[in-house]
Structure formats: structure tokens, C-alpha cells
């Protein structure tokens, strides 16, 4: 059997754009002699936190706890000197301007407070993720038909297509800082750059000489000679 050439490229979709949310993942950490005192110091900033949260306007819905620890706290010689009891919580911000304000009001936590991560993202993902996924199919079919014309040969049917990276993946971050503060706390700013959305796909399509017909396929046949059925 007669095997059919054909090509196989990759292409890559990207698309830039700004954000309009963030999250922000917020620790929470307390120091004791003992675990029970420890988590229970823990509790009582925890319950200052989610007061500071509904005041701001941060529903329930938009808040998830990620991590809840307790362990034993050493000296620099082994010793035991205490327990420190943990807590993560993960926070959803539907406006920019929502964390300066959090974080402001979050400050008479003290250093018992850490923001860990800060995560820009956008409420039209899926729509960006499509635009980048249908730029990476142009891209291509694009480099296929450069190839096969270095060849002498033109691109014919698609036969294969997928999809290499999953798009629903944290897009890339660039040209972004964590948080800047000028001259005080009420100065404090964001710059939150722009998120870019990547999409890799591979395809897969025959390849035929220039002017012949898609390979696998048989002509059309014309009517037949006048009283034939």
C-alpha cells in the first residue's frame, strides 16, 4: 500500500490582556507555649479577619481556606520552645481597587498577617483562551504550508489536531510587581501589568503535488452517455 505524505507542525496562540480581578492568598500565623493556645490565638485573629472581610464587602463565596497547621517551633539548639499554628485563606477580589483597601484594613494584624501570593486574573479567560487557541491553529496551518512550498508540495486535508497545552492553566504574568508602597499606606499601589494567555497545538495534514486532487479521493465522475440509467 501506497503511503500517503504528510506534515506535521506546531503552532502556538498567544493573547495579551489586562486584568480585572485578583487573588490573594492570605496567612495567618500565631505563636504559643502550647497548641491549644496557639490555635486559639489563631481563632481570634481568624474572627478579626472575617470581620475586616464583610466590611469590605467580600462575600463568604469568595473566601476559601487552603491550609490549616500546627507545628512544634524550635530553638536555634532544638529545643522545644512553643507550638505555631498556621492558616491560609485564599481571596477572591472582583475589583482592583478592593486589595489596597483590604490590606489597609488588614494591617492592626500585625506581623501575624502575610500575603503569600497575589494572582491577577481576568473575567473574560475563556474568551481570551479561545482567541489564543484559534491563533495557534492559524499558526499552524501556517507553518505547514511554508514547509510543504520549500518542498515543491501544498498542504491538503487536516487529518490530525490537538491540543498540547491545557489552556486552563494559570496564564503567565508579565510586567508585574507584588505591591509597591510609596510614601505611606494610604499611597499604596498596584501595577498589575498584563496577562498573557499561550496555547500550543499540533496538527497534521497531507501533503499532494500543486494542481492534483486531495490524495484518497476519486474524481467525480460525469453523467453517463445519453439512455444510460
Do not use: N
Not at 497575589?118 to 501556517?142: G, K, M
Not at 499532494?208 to 452517455?225: A, N, V
Amino acid at each position: 500500500m501506497k503511503t500517503r505524505p504528510w506534515i506535521e507542525t506546531v503552532g502556538i496562540g498567544r493573547r495579551s490582556a489586562e486584568p480585572d480581578g485578583l487573588e490573594l492568598l492570605l496567612e495567618l500565623s500565631a505563636r504559643e507555649a502550647t497548641a491549644a493556645d496557639a490555635l486559639s490565638r489563631l481563632a481570634e485573629a481568624t474572627g478579626r479577619l472575617a470581620t475586616i472581610f464583610e466590611s469590605q464587602g467580600i462575600p463568604a463565596s469568595d473566601r476559601r481556606t487552603r491550609a490549616l497547621d500546627v507545628d512544634p517551633w524550635h530553638g536555634r539548639s532544638g529545643e522545644l520552645l512553643g507550638h505555631v499554628a498556621r492558616r491560609a485563606t485564599l481571596v477572591r477580589l472582583r475589583e482592583l481597587d478592593q486589595v489596597g483597601r483590604l490590606l489597609l484594613a488588614a494591617g492592626d494584624l500585625g506581623d501575624g498577617l502575610q500575603v503569600s501570593q497575589l494572582h491577577w486574573t481576568s473575567s473574560r479567560a475563556q474568551e481570551h483562551r479561545a482567541e489564543a487557541r484559534q491563533l495557534a491553529v492559524q499558526d499552524a496551518l501556517a507553518r505547514a504550508s511554508q514547509m510543504a512550498a520549500a518542498a515543491g508540495l501544498v498542504p491538503g486535508r487536516v487529518v490530525r489536531l490537538e491540543e498540547l497545552q491545557d489552556s486552563g492553566g494559570f496564564p503567565v504574568h508579565r510586567g508585574q510587581r507584588m505591591l509597591a508602597a510609596t510614601a505611606g499606606p494610604a499611597q499604596l499601589e498596584l501595577e498589575p501589568g498584563e496577562l498573557e494567555y499561550t496555547v500550543l497545538v499540533r496538527l497534521r495534514c497531507r501533503l499532494r503535488d500543486p494542481g492534483s486532487g486531495e490524495p484518497g479521493r476519486r474524481p467525480r465522475r460525469g453523467p453517463g452517455p445519453p439512455g444510460r440509467h
